[in-house]
């Protein structure tokens, strides 16, 4: 026993109420800072990509170039809202979401009952509870009648489990299984009625505990964060390299220093990488709002491309594989030689299995709030056209007259019935298999029977019932149910079905290499049973937690690459699980609805929490957030994050090969000793088209065919693969090869050089075109990249052909540019150029796929 001191009869005065409260704090979970707009825009801020975005716009607002620094602050400016209100609609939902889940209490106070807020509950408080009823904070029973609380959200759990009242202030115990007179905050009373004294409330609960151990676990940044800024940092460094010294080079060369400044800039302009984080950032953006377009809220954006590198999924069985909601799964009629068995899906049950319903629903409550015996009301409640005797077999067209309770020595419930039209008294009892088989009076042969098939209906995965019925005459009750003479009827076995699309959903990741692998609180029979509806693995059998808590940690890394299912698993074994899956160098998503779950889903590369039954705690850690439960919508982000991987590589590839022929033709005539072919103005220009391709184009391209047939991606991988950079230098070198020999083969025939730095720019600007069409595809022919369909790639092109235009018709912009007007036979030598460029990338694609970048193997 505790020795925490007994709260009078009249319960805490309203001073002392407040003292505890002002002692001790609200009666809340810890949280972490509400994260208002200045903080999210702060952490936007902080991104190396904006930090360079505004240097380089900073850079060329000083060097006079305005269109460029509007056009780079811009992109700043637009990035920044997109993200800023993704944040903000993810945070408004969830705040909503903590509003709708937060419990309200029945207390005792100044001898008064009163309703408050759950926050205000503080220890000592005298609370009511009955049925239906979210428990406020950790407390001990000092009554308890029929008491039987869902424990699911803090065990995993499915079935509730009875309570019993203590004199005094019991020992302090983990949540989980009957018999406990203790109740936890955060549980929900599902049968019965009792009085509770709190012990502890908000941190010092067993849900605040959990919450505590989130704030020990750090985030850390996704893999493509992380290679994006190192790939930056050194393309920077190398563009920044070279610029200075091809400044140095053309001042002591041509003796000019003012055009070896100006070709120094323009050639770091031409190799500024701004587009590869801009790329990142935007993908992710865009990437939430597509996500929640399909009622997934992404918490954090950048864990959206780590979706696309997933190979394992941790999943939760109760509420998230199932529907957290019991049916009867089978009925077993015993009594003969012959076992007589019903299943579900096999029409209704008859006669003699209509009369072990019947007696299962005289034994349950007449308004069940217990999800059993709301189970077996709603079978027994059926319409079953064509069988008319159904519903007077189940009728419960009477009274209860006395009730005999659940109870540690008698794992049963007993209800006297007086029917309408019987002169005796109808007696109906359910409980557990030996409870019931103990009032029956069964032989020994008898009662082994009967337990050997209530074990093989467990095996199964079911909850198994006993029922039996006795007659009794008079109304001297006895003292105890064993004083009926009860006649065994036989087994009701209840289950906590699938989701219907998880089985399609399990297939998909299967066809995608992505492990699913189940850990629950739940028994190992029931969890294997689950497993194998779902379509898991279960040839590996289960570990339970008692197996993993004698395991090192090689033992479990081991463990963790055979087995898909483990049973009877604690929160904090959850979260060792988590990292032993990614000490395996695994990409682990984790998904489920409970407290239990909160340290593994904030451990987990993606943490997936449901968002309609889920709790507070599990949606505050978790990354992303399904807003209607559907598992299915799992394999949707899946999915999503490929297809963002995808054409984020797409588009880094076209940076990358892009800039190739741009430098190139930057650095040429200082080593040709050719004027100068662009000037910062054209790179401008240039660059003003690459952006929204890079970012806008490529994010809206469609999914390619084989997209959930591929193995992840390795994780491991670099973000330019060996193949992916050589494709890009292939694509860049053969664009420089082209361009720069026009550009060559117009000076020699004595081209005036404004014309011929036109066509060689209109050639250029073709086979950036030609880029694109080679990049949208990394598996399909030249004609499917052709004909696929992307809005944005149309608009992109008619603007790009509108600008291009404007630039060759208009005088003043082509004095800008420091263009001649063109005649019309270099201008389709241009345009030519551009169609052989993208011939030639396509075959080359085709023939020699280097752009195919690694995946995970195995």
């Not at 607002?61 to 509007?70: I, Q, S, V």
């Not at 005094?168 to 955060?186: E, F, K, S």
Request: hydrophobic content about 50%; charged content about 20%.
């Amino acid at each position: 026993m505790s020795n925490e001191p007994l709260t009078g009869p009249l319960g805490l005065t309203a001073s002392e109420a407040a003292h505890r409260l002002a002692e001790d704090g609200p009666n809340e979970l810890p949280q972490a800072q509400r994260r208002t707009t200045w903080h999210i825009v702060g952490e936007v801020a902080r991104e190396p990509m904006f930090r360079l975005l505004v240097a380089a716009g900073t850079i060329y607002l000083l060097l006079g170039d305005r269109g460029e620094a509007a056009m780079l602050l811009g992109f700043v400016v637009i990035t920044m809202a997109i993200t800023i209100v993704q944040e903000q609609r993810t945070e408004r939902v969830l705040e909503a979401l903590r509003d709708l889940t937060s419990p309200r209490a029945l207390v005792v106070r100044d001898g008064q009952t009163q309703r408050i807020a759950g926050r205000e509950v503080v220890r000592g408080d005298l609370v009511l509870l009955d049925e239906g009823d979210r428990v406020a904070a950790d407390a001990w029973l000092r009554t308890a009648a029929d008491l039987k609380v869902d424990e699911s959200l803090l065990t995993g759990e499915s079935v509730p489990v009875g309570k019993v009242h203590s004199v005094g202030a019991p020992a302090v115990v983990r949540p989980g299984g009957d018999g406990q007179a203790a109740v936890y905050a955060g549980t929900l009373v599902v049968r019965g009625q009792g009085l509770a004294q709190v012990r502890a409330t908000g941190a010092r609960t067993e849900v605040g505990r959990i919450g505590l151990a989130l704030r020990q676990i750090e985030v850390a940044p996704t893999p493509l964060q992380t290679q994006t800024r190192l790939w930056v940092r050194w393309v920077s460094a190398f563009g920044l390299g070279v610029s200075v010294l091809a400044t140095l080079l053309h001042g002591w060369l041509r003796g000019d220093w003012v055009a070896a400044l100006l070709a120094g800039i323009t050639l770091a302009m031409s190799l500024l990488p701004q587009e590869f984080l801009l790329i990142l950032t935007v993908f992710m953006a865009m990437g939430a709002w597509r996500l929640s377009r399909q009622r997934v809220l992404s918490r954090r954006a950048s864990v959206i491309e780590t979706l696309g590198a997933a190979t394992v999924l941790c999943t939760d069985k109760t509420g998230t594989l199932t529907l957290n909601r019991m049916q009867v799964a089978e009925l077993a009629r015993l009594g003969s030689a012959d076992i007589q068995r019903w299943v579900a899906g096999a029409g209704l049950p008859t006669t003699p299995l209509s009369e072990l319903l019947a007696a299962a629903v005289l034994a349950s409550e007449r308004e069940p709030f217990d999800p059993m015996e709301r189970a077996i009301h709603g079978l027994a409640s059926t319409p079953a056209p064509g069988a008319e005797d159904q519903g007077a077999a189940c009728t419960t067209d009477g009274r209860i007259v006395q009730e005999y309770g659940l109870s540690p020595e008698l794992l049963a419930m007993t209800h006297v019935w007086r029917l309408a039209g019987q002169d005796k008294h109808t007696v109906a009892t359910k409980g557990a298999p030996e409870a019931v088989v103990a009032l029956c009076g069964l032989s020994a042969n008898q009662a082994r029977a009967c337990l050997a098939e209530a074990e093989a209906m467990a095996q199964r995965g079911l909850r198994v019932l006993a029922v039996a019925r006795a007659a009794f005459a008079g109304e001297a009750w006895p003292a105890t149910p064993h004083g009926f003479d009860f006649q065994l009827l036989g087994l009701v076995g209840l289950a906590d079905p699938l989701r219907p699309s998880v089985p399609e959903a399990v297939r998909e990741c299967r066809a995608a290499g992505i492990r699913v692998v189940m850990i629950t609180g739940d028994h190992a029979a029931t969890a294997l049973a689950i497993a194998r509806q779902a379509g898991l693995d279960t040839s590996g059998g289960a570990i339970t937690g008692q197996q993993l808590a004698t395991m090192g940690d090689a033992a479990l890394r081991a463990a963790v690459a055979r087995t898909t299912v483990f049973a009877r698993v604690m929160p904090e074994q959850k979260l060792r699980l988590v990292e032993a899956f990614k000490a395996n160098g695994e990409v682990a998503a984790m998904t489920g609805d409970g407290v239990n779950d909160a340290p593994s889903l904030k451990a987990a590369h993606i943490g997936i929490a449901m968002g309609g039954r889920g709790t507070d705690v599990a949606r505050e850690a978790a990354s992303l957030v399904l807003l209607d439960d559907d598992f299915g919508a799992i394999v949707h982000a899946v999915r999503l994050g490929r297809r963002i991987d995808d054409n984020l590589r797409k588009a880094m590839a076209f940076v990358l090969a892009v800039h190739v022929p741009i430098a190139g033709l930057s650095l040429l005539p200082l080593l040709m000793g050719w004027p100068l072919v662009f000037t910062p103005v054209h790179i401008a220009f240039l660059e003003l088209l690459i952006d929204p391709v890079c970012s806008i184009v490529f994010e809206a391209e469609p999914e390619e065919r084989d997209l959930m047939q591929r193995p992840p991606r390795d994780p491991s991988a670099p973000l330019f693969s060996m193949g992916l950079l050589g494709w890009s230098l292939v694509q860049g070198g053969v664009v420089l090869t082209a361009v720069a020999g026009l550009h060559a083969t117009m000076l020699g025939a004595q081209v005036p050089e404004a014309q011929a730095r036109a066509a060689t720019f209109c050639a250029l600007v073709m086979a950036n075109i030609g880029l694109i069409v080679a990049n949208r595809s990394m598996t399909g022919s030249l004609w499917q990249a052709l004909t696929r369909p992307n809005p944005a790639l149309v608009r992109m092109l008619l603007v790009t052909a509108a600008m291009m235009a404007a630039v060759l018709a208009f005088a003043p912009l082509r004095g800008l540019f420091r263009f001649a007007a063109i005649e019309p036979r270099p201008l389709i030598a241009a345009f030519g150029l551009g169609v052989v460029a993208m011939l030639v990338l396509s075959t080359i694609r085709r023939f020699a796929p280097l752009h195919r970048g690694p995946v995970r193997v195995g």
